[in-house]
């Protein structure tokens, strides 16, 4: 069995009159986080993990901040785009651990 380890990691700056998304939930809060996408800090560093995990390159290559395609998009979309990717290189996760 191969086994391969990712690590990714995340942040944005609170921002008044922006949405909290974290793990693809809306969190009521006051302020969200400023990103060019949703600014999910949780499931960009998921995403990264894995890819990285696969030696697929990081979330910054695959969705760059400078596209407009990418900006306000869900990180849910980010997150199945990520799953396609590993699919078609052959790898399938068996466990993710994010804190």
Do not use: K, N, Y
């Amino acid at each position: 069995m191969d086994f391969r380890v990712g690590i990714g990691i995340d942040f944005h700056r609170f921002a008044p009159g922006r949405r909290l998304v974290l793990g693809g939930v809306d969190i009521p809060h006051d302020q969200g986080l400023l990103g060019h996408s949703d600014a999910d800090v949780v499931l960009h560093a998921l995403c990264d993990a894995l890819l990285g995990a696969a030696a697929l390159g990081d979330i910054g290559q695959h969705f760059p901040p400078t596209e407009e395609r990418w900006r306000g998009i869900s990180s849910v979309v980010l997150l199945r785009r990520v799953r396609e990717l590993l699919e078609g290189a052959g790898f399938r996760p068996l466990q993710v651990d994010v804190a």
